[in-house]
């Protein structure tokens, strides 16, 4: 037995040798790449990321995968199982070598007595690392269960998750909709639903919790954005009904029944706004910063009237300017005119460099996440043109996105593997073409992990470090 352990050893993190005299001689050689899962053929990974452990869909007795740079394979592993779980430290030493370079993946497997050969698939190593972790709210596709809701972090440098907070310890009150500022836990904000309910907002390792319903306006601050400077918070002030449809697509409908757009000043504690962005006419939700924080992007849809058809509610992208140091609104503009298209608009996130604007288009209405028709668009500044992302897009929904802080990378919420749950998506950005690569899975230890979970990722940030004021932010609600 202990011989047999050293050899496995040995295998699974052979480094920088050559595969001549450890790996099986093939007597068989295919053309076609083998089919894996999660799909993490052809994608472009950071340099800092997890091992991708994945699963070779194709049948056999025994499995050799070989894993490499250049000529060299760095990895080496054999099983009699289709799982293929690439060693931490073996990974993060090809990493640092294939930096800005390609990386082979080589399956060789067993059947009938023979070795048969794939072709290798082939992904590229960004010397752009991606910011370590991802903030998440986990919850059940239908909201079921509210106690078991909560705030995660996952380190994505490995397999590591953290609670942020739970409802649970929040006494019966609903912890959502969490915001930081440039991609700092620094400063963040998250609100708290309930009877001692409000929002929190951290900034300099301090916790407190405010009102951000101005006087005499019958909702509060919902979806937020972050000012640059880290003094302002854009928010819509929403409010929002659940639709249920007993048959079809799309289960639950959630829709605006009113929303006007404001600005709270954290300083002050003081809440701006003005007539061109509040009232009875439209509906202005999803706010979004310029990167010079003199310009808020939004989205702007006809008022909701009693019994008006949800899927007759459409919203278009406008933005206005915003004076930092008086606090005033002006210069009203439509950006993009999705409505005269049959299309809406939501989650508009400009990029860090200011170059492009990233949004969700659907059919109708602006909770993207219960349309599968939705998708991912681009527009880019300095051409004023709109695109499809069709890159990234999927025959399913494409939702909530947010940039890392360099703007070489943006994560995504995705229903593409079944329908059911949204999972987390990644892909490298180029800023300078605007265009992105394929997308990757969150990697998982299990690379079966997705088939078996059943809650769903909800509003995936990416930020630089880890959120360390768990405590503080229930405290500041008790």
Known sequence: MKTIHIL??????????SCTEQCSKPDVFTDSIPNIYPDYAGVTFPVNIAPPNFIILESGEAYQTEIGCGETTEILYTSKQTEVIIPPKAWSK???????????IRTTLLNKGKWKQYADIKDTISAEPIDAYLAYRLLYPGYELWN?????????????????????????QCINCH????????????????????????????????????????????????HPSGRYIAFSMNEIQQFFHSSGRKPIEVSDLAADLMVYDADRQICLTDSLICGDKYMETFPNWATDGKTIYFCRGNAYKNKLPLDSIRY???????????????????????????????????????????????????????HPESELCLLTFSTGKVRFMDEVNSNDVESFHTWSSSGRWF??????????????????????????????????????????????????????????????????VQ
């Open 8 to 17: 496995l050893v040995v295998l699974l993190t052979i480094v920088s040798q």
């Open 94 to 104: 090809l990493l640092q070598k294939a930096a800005g370079k390609e990386i082979f």
């Open 148 to 172: 078991e809701m909560g705030i995660y972090q996952r380190n994505l440098t490995n397999y590591e998750e953290t609670a942020i907070a739970e409802n649970r310890s929040f006494g019966k």
């Open 179 to 226: 915001t930081f500022c440039q991609n700092s836990p620094q400063t963040m904000m998250v609100h708290v639903r309930g009877k001692s309910g409000g929002t929190l907002i951290a900034k300099n390792g301090k916790v407190k919790k405010v009102d951000t319903k101005p006087e005499g306006f019958k909702n509060g601050g919902t979806y937020a954005a972050w």
């Open 316 to 370: 278009d992208l406008c933005s206005i300017a915003f004076d930092p140091a008086s606090g005033k609104f002006s210069n009203l503009k439509c950006i993009y005119k999705a409505s005269e298209q049959g299309k809406s608009v939501s989650f508009p996130r400009v990029s860090p460099d200011g170059r492009h604007l990233m949004f969700t288009l659907s059919d109708y209405g602006n909770f993207s996440i219960w």
């Open 411 to 476: 994560v995504f919420s995705s229903k593409r593997l079944d329908g059911l749950w949204a999972r987390p998506f990644f892909a490298s950005f180029n800023p300078e073409t605007g265009k992105a690569g394929k997308p990757f899975l969150l990697p998982q230890k299990n690379p079966r992990f997705y088939d078996t979970f059943t809650k769903t990722y909800n509003l995936p940030e990416l930020i630089k470090e880890p959120v360390r004021i768990g405590k503080e932010l229930v405290e500041a």
